[in-house]
């Protein structure tokens, strides 16, 4: 079973900058991808960023440009740098990550962390 472990969250002013971290913690054979989803008030899950075991980021519309997601060598830890935040990117902050179980086969399982609020209020 696989646990990811988020940190970071809480409440700033409008501007200023924020980090968010999520670490991948159990028994795994390999992370495919890693990265965070958000939901606000009324809204459904979006994408903010993800990034691939081979280093490859995505990232969603609202927040491109403020955010950069970057993970450690054995890529079970991803941080996400977020910088210039608004009202707008009040939410709960979701961990995800797609990995590789082997067991009499390989196979791909989703995990999601249990949430960080973010408040970006003045």
């Known amino acids: 079973q696989v646990q990811l472990v988020e940190s970071g969250g809480g409440t700033i002013q409008p501007g200023e900058s924020l980090t968010l971290s999520c670490a991948a913690t159990?028994?795994?054979?390999?992370?495919?991808?890693m990265g965070w989803f958000r939901q606000g008030p009324g809204t459904p899950r979006e994408l903010v960023a993800t990034?691939?075991?081979?280093?490859?980021?995505d990232y969603g519309d609202s927040v491109k440009g403020r955010v950069t997601i970057s993970r450690d060598n054995a890529g079970r830890t991803v941080d996400l740098e977020m910088n210039n935040l608004k009202p707008e990117d009040t939410a709960v902050y979701y961990c995800?990550?797609?990995?590789?179980?082997?067991?009499?086969?390989?196979?791909?399982?989703?995990?999601w962390g249990q949430g960080t609020q973010v408040t970006v209020s003045s």
């Open positions: 995800h990550a797609n990995v590789l179980h082997r067991g009499g086969r390989m196979y791909q399982a989703d995990y």
């Open positions: 159990g028994t795994l054979f390999a992370v495919n991808s």
């Open positions: 990034i691939t075991s081979g280093g490859d980021a």
